[in-house]
């Protein structure tokens, strides 16, 4: 069974740039999930789909953040314009439906430097 | 609200030592408990998880968590570590509605 993929793997930008990244979750699984994870912390939660729809996204800064998961399958994470503080690794995890004993399965992340 | 606190940033430990990584969390809610373990260069994967039932719960590489409701704990133990066990290792909590909430980590380095 293929894993949570995610690209690009790196990404550099400057600051007032912007940056998108891809998920492709884990085939079947109805809950899609980004985190943000700075540097010596733990993954923090930006929103939650169930399949197109979104369930949580209370801790996304939708001022620069935007997400869309097109048919249920495929996800997009969009920083514009990004800051110095964005800089970290971006996850994407899928779970088989959004109850809360599923396993998440996550991706290998996606690290970014804002210069 | 929930959150969770690894009491440990870093763990050095040697080869065969026994280990205990510390995790209290809060909540207003029941909430289910997981660890997870990210090996260098790889993503999170889950190692063990609480749900229901008997409070201590074990992984298929030796690790094991007792939940104690009454201290608000689950801390993760093995009594003999091997250097691939080398790793950082997040306590999470979920909540009902199936948000997670993590720790900031503790790195678990062992040395021969």
Known sequence: EAGVAQSPRYKIIEKR????????????????????????????????????????????????????????V????????????D??????????????????YFGPGTRLTVL | AQSVTQLDSQVPVFEEAPVELRCNYSSSVSVYLFWYVQYPNQGL???????????LVESINGFEAEFNKSQTSFHLRKPS????????????????????????????????
């Open chain 1, 74 to 85: 495929d996800s997009t994470l969009k920083i514009q314009p990004a800051k110095l503080e």
């Open chain 2, 81 to 112: 570590v091997h250097i691939s066990d080398t790793a950082e290792y997040f306590c999470a909590v979920k909540d009902g509605a199936g948000k997670s909430t993590f720790g900031d980590g503790t790195t678990l380095t062992v040395k021969p």
């Open chain 1, 87 to 104: 800089s970290a690794v971006y996850l994407c995890a899928s779970s088989m439906d959004r109850v809360s004993t599923d396993t998440q």
């Open chain 1, 17 to 72: 740039q912007s940056v998108a990244f891809w998920c492709n979750p884990i085939s079947g699984h109805a809950t899609l999930y980004w985190y943000q994870q700075i540097l010596g912390q733990g993954p923090k939660l930006l929103i939650q789909f169930q399949n197109n729809g979104v369930v949580d996204d209370s801790q996304l800064p939708k001022d620069r953040f935007s997400a869309e998961r097109l048919k249920g």
């Open chain 2, 45 to 55: 994967q889950l190692l063990l998880k609480y749900l229901s039932g008997s409070t």
